[in-house]
């Protein structure tokens, strides 16, 4: 399938596609299993046309588990969901769990690791607002076993995906923005919620495509996701997700709109 937007906005990376499947392409890219991985990369992967799977047996991290529908994995993070919460806020060295675990990690998962788990990541100020922060997540459990990114040009007749990723720069997210709100009542039918970039692309557009008026949202505002995806895609870009529905929506709104004026037109000069 070709996007008329992709066109109108002069996208520099292919959309991706983000499809729930029992059946995923056998050739794909995926991770080891067991292995770490930030699901991020296999995104970017795929708008650099490669197609890629993720399962409940390969997700890369807890947060990539999380972000794409396979329950709440954070349950598997070392020390459990305690060291979680204080992992992603003030760090776990003022505690004796969270030090055991700490010097664990020196020995099993490297020095770099076990000093983020031991002094955190400092992404939000406490373990009681971590905590507030997660109780509020769309936590999902997807029934099917693998989402694959894939090529939105490599999508079949009668495939149905959960959403459209597209990354974008400042100008293409400022018009995919008045784009989203084109045909619609309201000036909110786009939200940029905190969190991993991969729930920004996964569980938070999938509840999103259950609502009666889905919104986009944009992300890879997640620091740490960043440095894993500007090698592959360059460092001006954030995400822009679509439920379907949406995406289609805009696709049938741009003949006719600000997209064929010169404003815009002068934008891509």
């Known amino acids: 399938m070709e996007s008329h937007i992709a066109s109108a906005i002069k996208l520099q990376h292919q959309p991706v596609a983000l499809l729930l499947t029992e059946n995923p392409p056998e050739k794909a890219m995926s991770f080891a299993e067991g292995k770490w991985g930030c699901v991020m990369f296999l995104a970017a992967n795929a708008a650099r046309g490669r197609t890629a799977v993720v399962s409940r047996n390969n997700f890369g991290c807890w947060g990539g588990g999380v972000g794409l529908g396979f329950g709440n994995r954070y349950q598997d993070f070392p020390g459990g969901e305690e060291c979680f919460l204080r992992f992603l806020s003030s760090g776990n060295q003022d505690w004796d769990k969270g030090r055991a675990v700490g010097e664990m990690l020196q020995e099993k998962a490297g020095r770099d690791f076990a000093e983020q788990f031991l002094e955190g990541e400092r992404y939000v100020k406490n373990p009681e607002l971590t905590r507030e922060w997660l109780d509020h997540l ?132």
């Open 138 to 269: 769309p936590l999902t459990d997807v029934s099917p076993k693998s989402v694959v990114f894939s090529p939105l040009a490599e999508i079949k007749p009668g495939e149905e995906p959960e959403s459209v990723i597209f990354f974008v720069n400042a100008d293409q997210l400022s018009a995919l923005v008045v784009l989203a709100n084109y045909g619609r009542e309201g000036r909110e039918n786009v939200a940029i919620p905190w969190a991993a970039a991969c729930q920004n692309i996964g569980i938070l557009p999938f509840e999103e495509g259950r609502s009666e008026h889905p919104r986009a949202i944009v992300g890879l505002t997640d620091l740490s996701a960043r440095k894993y995806v500007r090698k592959l895609l360059g460092e001006q870009y954030l995400s822009f997700t679509m439920p379907w529905q949406l995406f289609l929506e805009m696709e049938a709104n741009v003949p006719g709109s600000f997209l064929e004026r010169h404003t815009w037109q002068s934008l891509l000069a």
